[in-house]
């Protein structure tokens, strides 16, 4: 079996072409790096190398083993990166997921709280877009997610609540719902609706995306969608409405869009979610700081 240190000593001599540089590059003796070298030609059965007293070369066979080894040594080297990197990151960052514009701005806030306070880890933040939000989580893309309930996944573990917002419906601004001042849920009767092309929560169908109101008349399921921003587009076309929150108004404010106030739908609520098999006091302490401060921010 070909050992770690022939494999970096013919790749490093192959690149310096000098014995004397290659040592000092492996810390190691040149006597050791000739012993390594004859070693290596004995597994192969040939001479690697054309040496005089003043230049190294590579063989023919040399530069084709260079070749063969060089991009399977650099992957090995980059998973063994990559480990090291994940494990000083469990120890010292929280990757913290968000979606939409108001959770992220919690988020940002939350971290910088960490920062000022000295909570010994530093906070990664990323936005995710609701068809992935769930398996974000679940594929260890984030290690907290912002998003917004109900989840009852019996694999996530959902922190305190953020902040809750009302809810209100997104129509084209030609539809004959949007000079109400408000809406009922029973409006969506014979409406298309928008679904998410979604790995979120399976309650976000019957929550965001109903199929019949309250009284069980039909509601039309629309055309899915990746991102929010494709949904406001299609919405904003003509394609379907939307069901959102209040910040919808002061982020996602389009012309081609209304939002109206439900009278009679409950608010939506938000918090930090992860998984139930990686719970650490280090995420409880965390969603306990972005509850303080998403409480607050939504109060100022």
């Not at 001599?13 to 040592?23: S, V």
């Not at 594929?139 to 996530?156: C, H, K, N, Q, Y």
């Not at 209304?258 to 918090?271: H, K, L, Q, T």
Request: glycine letters at 10%; proline letters at 6%.
């Amino acid at each position: 079996m070909l050992e770690r240190l022939e494999l970096e000593a013919f790749l490093a001599l192959a690149e310096e072409l000098h014995f004397g540089r290659t040592a000092e590059r492996l810390h190691v003796t040149t006597g050791r790096v000739s012993q390594l070298l004859k070693k290596l030609e004995g597994r192969v059965g040939a001479p690697l190398f054309v040496r005089s007293s003043r230049t190294v070369e590579l063989t023919e066979i040399g530069s084709q083993l260079r070749e063969d080894l060089q991009s399977g040594y650099e992957q090995i080297a980059r998973g063994m990166e990559r480990a090291a990197e994940a494990a000083s990151g469990a120890r010292n960052s929280l990757r913290a997921g968000f979606i939409g514009a108001l959770a992220g701005q919690v988020i940002h806030r939350a971290a910088r709280k960490c920062a000022e306070e000295g909570k010994g880890f530093a906070v990664l933040m990323r936005e995710v877009q609701v068809s992935e939000s769930l398996e974000s989580l679940r594929e260890g893309r984030v290690d907290v997610l912002a998003m917004s309930l109900p989840v009852t996944a019996p694999d996530i573990v959902v922190g305190p609540v953020l902040f809750s917002e009302p809810r209100m419906l997104g129509v084209p601004a030609g539809h004959r719902l949007a000079g109400r001042a408000t809406v009922s849920l029973e409006d969506l009767a014979g409406i298309t609706l928008l679904r998410p092309a979604s790995s979120g929560p399976d309650e976000w169908p019957t929550d965001r995306h109903p199929r019949r109101t309250p009284e069980g008349a039909a509601i039309v399921g629309g055309p899915r969608v990746q991102t929010f921003q494709e949904a406001l587009q299609l919405a904003g076309a003509g394609a379907g409405a939307l069901i959102v929150g209040a910040q919808a108004q002061q982020f996602y404010s389009r012309p081609d869009l209304v939002y109206v106030p439900f009278r009679d739908a409950p608010p939506i609520e938000w918090a930090v979610t992860w998984l139930r098999a990686k719970d650490a006091p280090l995420k409880r302490e965390f969603a306990r700081i972005a509850q303080e401060v998403g409480q607050a921010h939504v109060r100022g």
